[in-house]
């Protein structure tokens, strides 16, 4: 099913009102074919999702600019009777165009009458009272003027923010102001929703067309234009990304000669100390030798020809020479 409004209808919104006088009862070949099979017998009442479809398909077909402003009853209605056959899926009852068009009479004379009332409700501005509460002041009006309870609350609930509705109770609005609302009667609050005041004529289908046109050009040259800025990103990414590996080389050659020079570094103290010690080694030799040319040229002092007292001190180092050989 076509999901332009009868999805927006089924949660009681929607971006479209208005009110058509009924048009003359002219019928499609395929409708009257299918109307001559329905003679004799009366139509079943209409379902609220058969309503709710109703005004889905008067709304698409009404907001349709580029299939044209002026046409016949007849199309009009041909066009609306097709759209409801289309997407009616699992409802039963079978609809001619003149049975479509009389409901939607109905539907217009009664939610119009309910406007008036909340309108006249609206103009008074009472303090304290909420949203519902206004609603249900309406609803109590309704009742006690039309003699019946008002049975229309969800195809009000879908026509009630569409943009005639709106350009009527701006224009209510201002009148309010000048007008005492108490001495309005119910008819002067019922809109007129033909009246060339309600709402801008809709746009031609040559201005459709010249608007789509010139929605397309803007869309390519968006498109193009972003394009255009994906590239540069991308040059300008892939450049980026060539600065950081340009750097990260010339890091790891830098990381690469400072091992290097760890390296020599670690030669040059080797080299020390093996010169260090070489040198040490040398000392311990010299020491050594020089040691044992004092020990050998005391132990070869004759002691005998000398003085007690230094006698006795040259002995006492060939002990003690004696005694470190051993």
């Not at 004529?201 to 972003?226: C, F, N, V, W």
């Not at 990381?255 to 080694?281: D, H, N, V, Y």
């Not at 070869?300 to 060939?318: G, H, I, R, W």
């Amino acid at each position: 099913m076509d999901g332009s409004f009868t999805s927006l209808l089924n949660d009681g919104s929607c971006e479209e009102f208005e009110f058509s006088q009924p048009p003359p009862q002219t019928q499609s070949q395929h409708q009257q074919e299918a109307t001559k099979s329905k003679k004799g017998r009366r139509s079943k009442n209409f379902f609220i999702e058969e309503d709710m479809l109703l005004i889905s398909a008067w709304l698409n077909t009404s907001m349709d600019p580029i299939k044209g402003n002026n046409q016949t009853h007849s199309c009009y209605w041909d066009r609306i009777w097709s759209y409801y056959n289309k997407n009616k899926e699992g409802l039963l009852s079978d609809r001619t165009a003149n049975s479509l068009c009389n409901r939607w009479c109905t539907i217009n004379e009664k939610v119009a009458k309910f406007i008036g009332l909340y309108n006249q409700i609206l103009s008074k501005n009472q303090s304290g009272l909420t949203e519902q509460n206004k609603i249900d002041q309406a609803l109590e009006h309704y009742e006690s003027v039309m003699n019946e309870k008002f049975m229309f609350m969800r195809h009000w609930n879908a026509l009630r923010f569409a943009p005639k509705f709106q350009a009527y109770f701006k224009k209510k609005n201002r009148s309010a102001r000048d007008t005492d609302a108490s001495s309005q009667s119910v008819d002067s609050q019922i809109p007129n929703l033909e009246s060339d005041e309600m709402m801008e004529r809709p746009i031609g289908r040559k201005a459709a067309k010249k608007l789509k046109r010139a929605a397309d050009k803007e869309s390519l040259e968006l498109i193009k234009t972003m394009q255009k800025d994906a590239l540069a990103i991308a040059s300008s990414r892939s450049e980026s990304v060539n600065r950081s590996l340009q750097l990260q080389l010339k890091m790891m050659q830098l990381q690469k000669e400072q091992l290097e020079m760890q390296k020599e570094i670690m030669q040059l103290q080797k080299e020390k100390l093996q010169l260090r010690l070489a040198r040490e080694e040398r000392e311990r030799q010299k020491e050594e030798r020089e040691r044992q040319v004092y020990e050998a040229s005391i132990m070869a002092v004759d002691t005998s020809k000398m003085l007690p007292d230094q006698a006795k001190y040259y002995e006492a180092l060939k002990a003690r020479i004696m005694r470190n050989i051993l």
